[in-house]
């Protein structure tokens, strides 16, 4: 019983096990371990252990992380334990707090510095120049409250606290409302959605839905040029049955084969010439991905860096409303 208790947490663990026999070869590898090498437990086993660790080393990077590698040998085995080395951890911690304190201190100095200006220039200031600044002051407390909302966002989605209010709703419509938000912002931009006639209703929370288009709109915007044109395709998916697919395309400055995996991690911004010139704080796609996961749909990505204006495509795939079987519920419940 002991033995088995033992067995279920090594599998349990958030940290890699391995187990190899005197040969070098795998006997056991716990999911962790798959996982991080994208592999199958029951696939590995017989497999040289130096197909994944290198000899004699102390240590191995692996998805942006670096592991320590600690091994124990009794009389038959040898164990091998990666473990995630802590400076790593320090490192994702003071990217959390830099990138954070970055996009509370920029909009705070430039409220501040503006209302400053006002208070100290009253009289000297006419109209169109106030105006001016209390724009920019409106501008960057919105700015602030979408921070704020990220993180509470995020913090939602880590403790899985995220209600969600399934019903059923008319995709275009929906983006039709974020699109009068957005134009507002991107005034330069030309916005267009062309959506298939016989487009399915999603079975989707309202606000999650509205919230996923805002960001994945809002990055279209943010990296693509003046007068850039981001265009929405909404159609019945022709890879999933009974999924409407949502595709929003740029023609922006792209992103990197190599920066792909990284884009959906918690704020990761990857530089680009216009991600030094906009705000963000690398939480958007983080929370659209989980957004979208927790609704039973999917998100893909296409982008291009080798000519200028190759641009982005942005897929989400989300459930038709009347075949899921979460609207079945929803309708059993009612
Ligand atoms: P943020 O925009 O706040 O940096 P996101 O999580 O929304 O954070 O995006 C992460 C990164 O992915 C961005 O920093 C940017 O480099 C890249 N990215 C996202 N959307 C696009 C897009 N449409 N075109 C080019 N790059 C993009």
């Known amino acids: 019983m002991a033995e088995v208790d033992f067995k279920n947490i090594l599998e349990n663990l958030d940290q890699a096990v391995l187990v190899v026999n005197y040969d070098n070869r795998i006997v056991w590898a716990n999911r962790y371990f798959c996982s991080l ?23 191995i990077a692996i998805k942006d992380y670096t592991y320590k590698i ?25 990217d959390f707090v830099s990138t954070v ?51 509470l966002s995020v ?41 298939a006639q016989d487009v399915q209703n999603i079975l989707a929370d309202e606000n999650k839905f509205q919230q996923i288009m805002i960001n994945l709109l809002d990055n279209a915007a943010k990296y693509s040029y003046e007068r850039g044109a981001v265009t ?16 929003v395309e740029d023609h922006g400055v ?31 796609l983080y929370i659209v991905k989980n957004l979208i996961e927790k609704m039973g749909g999917q998100i893909f990505v296409e982008s291009s860096t080798v000519l200028p204006n190759s641009g982005s495509t942005f897929e989400v795939l989300l459930p038709a409303s009347s075949y899921t079987n979460q609207s079945k519920k929803v309708l059993e419940d009612k």
């Open 155 to 195: 913090s939602k989605i880590q403790v899985e606290q995220s209600n969600f209010v399934y019903k059923s709703i008319n995709p275009k419509s929906q983006i039709e409302k974020v699109l009068d938000v957005i134009k507002n912002q991107y005034p330069s931009h030309a916005f267009e959605i062309k959506c």
């Open 37 to 59: 090498f994208n592999t199958n437990c029951e696939i590995i086993k017989g497999k040289s252990i130096y197909d994944f660790i290198p000899e004699n080393k102390d240590t």
């Open 254 to 284: 792209g992103i990197n084969p190599e920066n792909m995996s990284k884009i959906f991690e918690k704020f990761a911004r990857i530089e680009n010439h216009l991600t030094r010139k906009t705000q963000g704080s690398g939480l958007g």
């Open 101 to 151: 304190s970055h996009e509370l201190r920029t909009p705070l100095t430039s409220i501040r510095g503006f209302a400053d200006t006002m208070l100290s220039s009253f009289d000297r200031l006419d109209k169109n120049q106030i105006q001016k600044f209390l724009n920019i002051i409106k501008e960057q407390s919105n700015r602030l409250i979408k921070l704020v909302e990220n993180l």
């Open 232 to 247: 929405i395709y909404i159609s019945n998916s022709a890879q999933k049955e009974n999924f409407v697919s949502i595709k």
């Open 70 to 94: 600690t091994k124990f040998d009794d009389e038959y085995f040898s164990y091998f334990y990666l473990s995630i080395i802590d400076t790593q951890m320090e490192k994702v911690y003071s």
